[in-house]
């Protein structure tokens, strides 16, 4: 159980593309899911957190103009990087909770973002 | 969140071997976690302490939740190959219910 599924997996594309990433829980549904950057060697970066039906909360430094999250049904958040610059490349993963507020959070497993 | 003080951030290890690691933190967590990410996917749950003081196993995987609330280690017992990996520890804050990590370990084993 616990499934989260993120896709794509991979993306490459050209500088001033803009480009979404699905994050979807399988089996259960997420009223709150997060979405993380994580640079090479490096630890996990929150970047917002997304509410079902509600308006995202972002990190301070995290532009949110940039980083357009919608979470529009329980089992789905997207993230679209706009306007994506080659600064944007990164491993961006998302997150979803079980249930209450105390109970861990399952991870997709990743979009690397490769801006040119 | 913060990012809590996880060491060692590197070790190498021989096969069989057993490999310890823990976690601190200057704020109180009433979750701990720990988490095993292979290169190029995403952080697994492995282990999940809710109570202080508390001691649970997953296979050959044990971790503890630190009395002071402050602190976790994650024991790994006669490590194999695909124990290979960067491990990392995380607090879940009550306040917010952000997870906090920290830097990571990561554990190369040698057969």
């Known amino acids: 159980g616990a499934v989260v599924s993120q896709h794509p997996s991979w993306v490459i594309c050209k500088s001033g593309t803009s480009v979404k990433i699905e994050c979807r829980s399988l089996?259960?549904?997420?009223?709150?899911m997060f979405w993380y950057r994580q640079f090479p060697k490096q630890s996990l970066m929150l970047m917002a957190t997304s509410n079902e039906g509600s308006k995202a909360t972002y990190e301070q430094g995290v532009e949110k103009d940039k980083f357009l999250i919608n979470h529009a049904s329980l089992t789905l958040s997207t993230l679209t990087v706009t306007s994506a610059h080659p600064e944007d490349s990164s491993f961006y993963i998302c997150?979803?909770?079980?249930?209450?507020?105390?109970?861990?959070?399952?991870f997709g497993d990743g979009t690397r973002l490769s801006i040119l | 969140g913060q990012q809590l003080n996880q060491s060692p951030q590197s070790m190498f290890i021989q096969e069989g071997e057993d490999v310890s690691m823990n976690c601190t933190s200057s704020?109180?967590?009433?979750?701990w976690l720990w988490y095993k990410q292979d290169p190029g996917e995403g952080p697994v749950l492995l282990i999940a302490?809710?109570?202080?003081?508390e001691l649970t196993s997953n296979g050959r995987l044990t971790a503890q939740f630190g009395i002071t609330r402050k602190d976790s280690f994650l024991n790994i017992s006669a490590s194999i190959p695909s124990d290979v990996g960067i491990y990392f520890c995380a607090g879940l804050s009550s306040n917010d219910y952000k997870l906090s990590f920290g830097a990571g370990t990561t554990v190369t084993v040698r057969a």
């Open positions: 302490l809710y109570k202080a003081g």
């Open positions: 997150s979803a909770q079980v249930g209450v507020a105390n109970q861990p959070q399952h």
């Open positions: 704020s109180i967590f009433n979750t």
């Open positions: 089996d259960f549904q997420a009223t709150t």
